[in-house]
């Protein structure tokens, strides 16, 4: 099921504090609380704040270095869905598995001109990610592909062309930046990210769909990768909201309970 809405809130940069839920806004002026969480984690300077500007704004624009961390809030349908900006520095990197807590789905981002930035996934953040959802999804993102990718530098003219642009965007006439990442290099960490969650391969999303190749700089692969996951996390929100609003009852409670009364009674 794909479900759109143009209702998009952009929260500024948030002070650390565990008391501060983000909140959407509904029609009537009430606050709402979202009703998932995905996380962005990866090193410094791999375009993780660049990648949510080019999602929720529709522009690549100059960035400063993130501090601590940034939420937006994307409404799809009728959901409610928190996007977790966080920051790649070291010296914030204990804070990286507060704003993991509960995710359902994490971004983890690599740089594909940087091999470091890969390895810094599994090395540093990957272990951030225990706060998650038992069932959290992984997409493995290597962004910066219009540097490498001449399909990923044409997808800005496309853009452009969309948007009624009168001058097309300048750049070179095709990609000079060796590429350092293959993607079978991310679809192997994919593999071993779900060993180290000690999920089953073959009962997850295939490598093939959850590894990305994309550019916060032209577009390329952004809505997708952004909306696949958002399509993705619609089962944990229906499960939570129906975990909330029905009473349940624990069965190997009560026949626990039957069996202590019985054997009281008899
Ligand atoms: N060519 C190219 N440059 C990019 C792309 N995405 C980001 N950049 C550039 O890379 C630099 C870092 O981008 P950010 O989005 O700030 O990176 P970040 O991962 O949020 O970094 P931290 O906040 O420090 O963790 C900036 O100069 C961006 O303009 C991309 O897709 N292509
Ligand atoms: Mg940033």
Not at 120 to 149: H, M, P, W, Y
Not at 199 to 220: H, I, N, V, W
Request: overall charge neutral.
């Amino acid at each position: 099921m794909k479900v759109k809405s143009n209702i998009d809130i952009a929260a500024s940069p948030l002070r650390v504090s565990k008391r501060r839920v983000p909140r959407a806004m509904s029609d009537s002026g009430k606050m709402k609380k979202p009703d998932v969480k995905l996380v962005l984690l990866g090193d410094m300077n791999v375009g993780k704040t660049s990648l949510l500007h080019r999602y929720m704004e529709r522009k690549f624009k100059e960035t400063v270095s993130t501090v601590g961390g940034a939420f937006f809030l994307k409404q799809w349908g009728p959901y409610n869905i928190s996007i977790w900006d966080t920051a790649g520095r070291e010296q914030f990197h204990g804070l990286g598995s507060m704003y993991c807590r509960n995710a359902a789905a994490i971004i983890l981002t690599y740089d594909v001109t940087n091999w470091q930035s890969l390895a810094e996934l599994e090395e540093r953040f990957l272990s951030l990610t225990d706060t998650a959802n038992e069932d959290c999804i992984f997409a493995i993102v290597g962004n910066k592909a219009d540097l490498t990718d001449p399909k990923a530098l044409e997808a800005e003219e496309m853009e452009a062309e969309e948007e009624g642009a009168e001058q097309p965007p300048s750049h070179p006439a095709s990609p000079t930046v060796l590429k350092q990442v293959k993607r079978e290099d991310a679809i192997a960490l994919y593999g071993r990210v779900l060993r180290y969650k000690a999920q089953d391969e073959r009962a997850c999303l295939p490598a093939e769909r959850m590894c990305f190749e994309t550019s916060a700089k032209t577009g390329y692969n952004v809505d997708l990768l952004f909306e696949t996951l958002f399509d993705m996390v619609l089962p944990t929100i229906l499960k939570k909201r129906s975990e909330n609003s029905s009473p349940t009852v624990d069965l190997e409670e009560c026949r626990g309970a039957k069996q202590t009364k019985a054997g009281c009674c008899s």
